[in-house]
């Protein structure tokens, strides 16, 4: 069973930096892509970073490029999203999502990816 543990989330002023995790288990990273998506209330899911472990290759999002760096630690089954000059509209549910890929100039997940429970970033300005 796959499972997807984040953490890391909290209330930083604009300009700050956080760094999320994303514990996973019966999901390996040699093989699987993996990324971050977050949720804002009334707004769509946005599709933030995807990472190709096994390759190294990683797609961002237009909006947080220059700003965010995915990356794992095989040994410690987990995935990172460091987020620095945080913005306000930045604030959304944060969540680790197996199966991304790039699509155009969009990071998505197949229809059977697995979601974690997320964690909650907010952004004051």
């Known amino acids: 069973e796959v499972q997807l543990v984040e953490s890391g989330g909290g209330l930083v002023q604009a300009g700050g930096s956080l760094r999320l995790s994303c514990e996973v288990s019966?999901?390996?990273?040699?093989?699987?892509?993996i990324g971050w998506f977050r949720q804002a209330p009334g707004k769509e899911r946005e599709g933030v970073a995807c990472?190709?472990?096994?390759?190294?290759?990683?797609y961002y999002a237009d909006s947080v490029k220059g700003r965010f760096t995915i990356s794992s630690d095989d040994a410690k089954k987990s995935v990172y999203l460091q987020m620095n000059n945080l913005k306000p509209e930045d604030t959304a549910g944060y969540h680790c999502?197996?199966?991304?890929?790039?699509?155009?100039?969009?990071?998505?997940?197949?229809?059977?990816?697995?979601w974690g429970q997320g964690t909650l970033v907010t952004v004051s300005s």
């Open positions: 019966g999901f390996s990273l040699d093989e699987n892509a």
């Open positions: 999502v197996t199966e991304c890929l790039q699509y155009g100039s969009l990071v998505v997940h197949t229809l059977t990816a697995y």
């Open positions: 990472l190709r472990p096994y390759d190294g290759i990683t």
